[in-house]
Every structure is written in C-alpha cells, then in structure tokens.
C-alpha cells in the first residue's frame, strides 16, 4: 500500500502549464523551473524521507503530501511570504498552484496555516532542511555536469538582529517575574488580580514596570531605590510560592519561569555595599538581554557595528558558488567557533583542499587542522598594532633558522617554549638610533609569536604582493552570496531561537542554489 502522503505528481505539463510557462519567460523563471525539475528534487528518496516525519501522526483526515509542503516552503523562502501568505498564494497564484500541482483543483487551499507550521517543526526535529540544502547542491551538480571533488571553500558570516525585544535590567526583571505570576495564576486556576493581592506586589500587574516606579531617571539615588523595589516584590512573589502546594510549585513549566527570573537576577544584580543591592556594575558574561528570545545577545561585526541577535555564517563552494552550509549562532559568540557547525557539514561533499576566509575565522581549530595538514588559507593575517612603533610586521621572522631580525638589521634566536619569543638585549635597543620608534622599555624589544606564526607568516602574500592581494579578492564570491541572501531575508529574523533561523537561512540559501541550477540548466 503506498503512503499517502508521497507525493505522486506528473511530469509532463499540461496544455495550461505549458501556457503559464510561456508567460514567465522574463520572470519568474524559477517557477518554471521548479516545475520542470520537481520531480528530480523530490526524488523517490527524498519522498520516503520527508514522508517518515509524519510516522507518530495519527490517521485522520486525508493528509497533505510531505514533499508538497517541503515545496511549499521553497516558495515561502523565495517570495518571503508568511505561514498565512503562503497558504493564500496556494490559493490564488495559478504559479504557486502550478509547481504544488493543484492546478485542477477548487480555489482552495491545499495546505491549511497550522499544517504548514508543524511541518517546519518536524522538518527542523529531522534535520531534513539541511538535507534539502544538500539536495538542491546535487541538482546543481547534476545540471552542470560536475560531481564530488576536492573542494575550494569560503566562509563568511552577517549580522542578524533578532526579533526579541532587547531589554534593560529592570525590563528583563519585570518580564520574568510577570511569566512567574502568568504561569502561577493559570495552574492555581484563579486571576492574577488575586495572586497580586495575596503576594502583597506592587508593581506586579501594570502596564509598564517603569511608568509604575515614576521616578527621574537621571537621579542615582532614585535609581538606586527603584531597582530594590522591584526587588521587594521579587521576595513577595517567593514568599507567596513557599506558602503553595509543593505540587504546584514543583510543576515543570513554573520551575522553568522561576529559572529564567533567576539566571536574570543573577547577571543583572549584585549586593551594593551601601546596602540594598544594585545593577551590576560589568557586564555579565553571555548575558540575556532579551526575555522573548532567549538566544539573542548583543555582539560587534566590527567596532562601529552591534548587534542585538545573531550571526549567520555560510560556506559556499568557490568554483560553483554554491551554498554548502549554513549556520545561526549567538552575536556574542566569536566568529570562529562558527567553523565547528560548518566543518561536518561541509565534509560531507568532500575533502577541501583551500579554505578562504576573513580575519574572523583564523583562531579556528578547522583552519589549523587545514594548515597542518599541508592545506591552502587564504586570508589576510592579523593587523598587529604597536601604538604607532615598530610592529611585528617590520620585523624579518624565520621560523626555518629559528631568529628573529629587527629592522636596523640586529638578529636575535627564537626562545621556543609555551610561548615563544625573541628578547633583543637592552644592550643593543638602548643605543639603538630607532628605538624611539621601536619600544620604551629599558629593557629591550620583546616579540611574542603565535602558536600559529608559521600559518600567519604564510598569509603575507595575501596583503603584501598583487597575485596574493588578488587570490584573497576570489572571496568576493562568497560576499556575493551572503548579500543575495540577506537581501531575500532582510535584516531581522522571522522566528524566535537559533534553530528556527537556521532552518530560514537553509530555505533561503536554497534558493540561491536553485537560481544557480536553473542557470547550469539553461
């Protein structure tokens, strides 16, 4: 018996879609081509794949092919339509009709709004958006006549603000400790009217924490005040809990709340030795600063650029521009540890024998592990400042001979340890004629070396000769991509969390592929 969510459509077009491909010469052509090609992206592997999601679905009503829905989501990610845009188009775009093969059918929808979002849900708790990444990646393949190979690989990463509201220390108390009241009042079963009553809170239940405490902000002592009464009814709230059924209490989704208050308090207030307590002073280490979306944190993509959300990474292949992996991690997180998401990913296409990165990806374990096994990087080393002296970059360092040579020409050994350096004697630097411009200490020059100087010392062509200046340009690609990509996505994401954007980065980035494959196949 054949499943009945496979997706069982015709190849042929039919004398009407013929029609509607005619008129999308000039644009929309992916329209076309998605219909043309649906068969060979949803292959019959695909198919099962998609359709095994549902094995935990009770029996029902007749269900809606996987693979129809996983079209779908193509279509979303291509026009940036919503769960609720999407549904209408399937009912009125004779385009959208055409490729989900409901073209005979009644103006009416052959997905409803719910059923698409649990799609996305069980296609995220499956990884098959990254499998359908990798499947758009084989079509290209397919069309342009290229297979596995060793392959030249570039990363590049863009900043994402969230769709959480960033908040303050008194926002981020206020919200968390109304979810207490919020969970409380339904699992009591009463109002949350009543709670306040009974807790004795005084700012619990307004509109707005802060128009509740009505102070001038710019006063200190104020300030001070308002944060420790907000904290008053912190205590009430916990008294109150203590004087509940344990039952209660202990239930999974208040002691959820209760943990959020308290990882809020915990990097936002700290004891003031003046009494009370008071807003901490440094900022807390990946700290929250949105209670809506958790995941989100302020981050840098450079000095002047913050960020209030994500950082979306992608490798794309640098001889086909195909997008090969993608990834969404936390704005605060350092950009290189984004290559251990996207390393597996990539692996699976083959060996790489070149990696071309910005400065960002160089601490990562990836591109030593590259770098020792005799791989090629191209980036652009570390710019090293000196506070306008001599810096290592004027210095000759030859790791072979095992010396360093200043630059009046005096050369000094290597002390190779747990850090290795080059001690130029005081009694050369202080009668040095350019030691003003070289160091202030009386004690000589001191040059401390990477435990990857060899890899960065190996980099300089890239900055300091044409074909090497030339050879890093080639990135330019992967910029490319990036900036279709988040031309299509905008600069705020749609979902909440970390996962659900990378399942919009995925969708998106296989549209660029598409766009590709469609071109190889013209």
């Known amino acids: 018996m054949s499943d009945p969510r496979y997706w069982d459509c015709p190849v042929e077009l039919t004398k009407k879609e013929k029609f509607i491909?005619?008129?999308?010469?000039?644009?929309?052509?992916?329209?076309?081509?998605l219909r043309e090609?649906?068969?060979?992206?949803?292959?019959?592997?695909?198919?099962?794949?998609?359709?095994?999601?549902?094995?935990?679905?009770?029996?029902?009503k007749p269900?809606?092919?996987?693979?129809?829905?996983?079209?779908?989501?193509?279509?979303?990610?291509?026009?940036?339509k919503s769960d609720a845009?999407?549904?209408?188009?399937?009912?009125?775009?004779?385009?959208?009709?055409?490729?989900?093969?409901?073209?005979?059918?009644?103006?009416?929808a052959p997905f409803s709004q719910g059923t698409l979002c649990d799609f996305r849900h069980r296609l995220i708790k499956h990884n098959l958006d990254v499998t359908l990444l990798e499947r758009t990646v084989q079509i290209a393949k397919e069309f342009g006549g290229f297979g596995h190979q060793q392959l030249r690989v570039a990363l590049d990463s863009a900043p994402l603000q969230g769709a959480g509201r960033v908040e303050d220390t008194f926002n981020l108390v206020g919200h968390a400790l109304a979810l207490v009241l919020d969970c409380a009042a339904r699992?009591?079963?009463?109002?949350?009217?009543?709670?306040?009553?009974?807790a004795g809170t005084r700012l619990l239940g307004q509109s707005s924490i802060k128009a509740a405490l009505d102070i001038d902000w710019s006063v200190p002592e104020e300030k001070h005040n308002a944060i420790n009464t907000l904290l008053d009814d912190v205590a009430a709230m916990r008294q109150w809990l203590e004087r509940?059924?344990?039952?209660?209490?202990?239930?999974?989704?208040?002691?959820?709340c209760l943990s959020l208050l308290e990882k809020v308090l915990a990097q936002n207030i700290e004891p003031d030795p003046d009494g009370g307590a008071r807003?901490?002073?440094?900022?807390?280490?990946?700290?929250?600063?949105?209670?809506?979306?958790?995941?989100?944190?302020?981050?840098r993509k450079s000095r002047s650029r913050t960020i209030n959300g994500f950082k979306q990474h992608i490798a794309i292949d640098m001889d086909s521009k195909l997008v090969l992996a993608t990834c969404v991690r936390p704005a605060n997180e350092a950009e290189h540890e984004a290559s251990t998401w996207l390393k597996p990913k990539v692996l699976n296409y083959g060996p790489v024998i070149e990696l071309s990165i910005d400065r960002g990806y160089l601490a990562s374990a990836w591109t030593k592990e590259l770098h020792e096994q005799g791989q090629k990087i191209i980036a652009k080393p570390w710019n090293p400042g000196n506070n306008g002296k001599f810096n290592k970059k004027a210095f000759d360092i030859d790791l072979v001979a095992g010396q360093v040579t200043c630059p009046t020409g005096h050369s000094v050994a290597i002390r190779v340890g747990q850090v290795s350096r080059a001690h130029f004697p005081a009694s050369h630097c202080n009668r040095c004629p350019k030691q003003a411009q070289c160091t202030s200490s009386g004690q000589g020059r001191i040059l401390t070396l990477h435990p990857q100087e060899a890899m960065l010392q190996g980099l300089k062509p890239y900055v300091e000769t044409a074909k090497g200046r030339a050879d890093a340009r080639e990135r330019v690609k992967v910029e490319h991509a990036l900036a279709s990509i988040c031309n299509r996505k905008g600069p705020r994401t749609r979902y909440l969390g970390l996962r659900?954007?990378?399942?919009?980065?995925?969708?998106?980035?296989?549209i660029t592929n598409l766009h590709i494959a469609l071109r190889l196949a013209a």
């Open 21 to 33: 491909c005619s008129k999308l010469k000039t644009t929309g052509k992916l329209f076309v081509f």
């Open 37 to 60: 090609t649906r068969h060979l992206i949803f292959n019959d592997e695909l198919n099962h794949q998609l359709c095994a999601m549902y094995a935990d679905h009770p029996k029902g």
């Open 63 to 80: 269900p809606v092919p996987a693979a129809q829905l996983a079209m779908a989501t193509l279509l979303q990610a291509y026009e940036q």
């Open 85 to 108: 845009g999407a549904t209408l188009e399937a009912m009125f775009d004779v385009r959208w009709r055409m490729v989900l093969n409901c073209l005979g059918d009644d103006d009416t």
């Open 187 to 198: 699992l009591r079963m009463v109002s949350e009217e009543q709670i306040i009553a009974e």
């Open 244 to 256: 509940q059924p344990p039952g209660m209490v202990e239930h999974q989704e208040l002691q959820a």
């Open 279 to 299: 807003i901490k002073q440094a900022v807390a280490k990946d700290r929250q600063i949105s209670v809506t979306d958790g995941s989100m944190r302020h981050g």
């Open 500 to 510: 659900l954007n990378e399942y919009d980065l995925n969708r998106t980035a296989m």
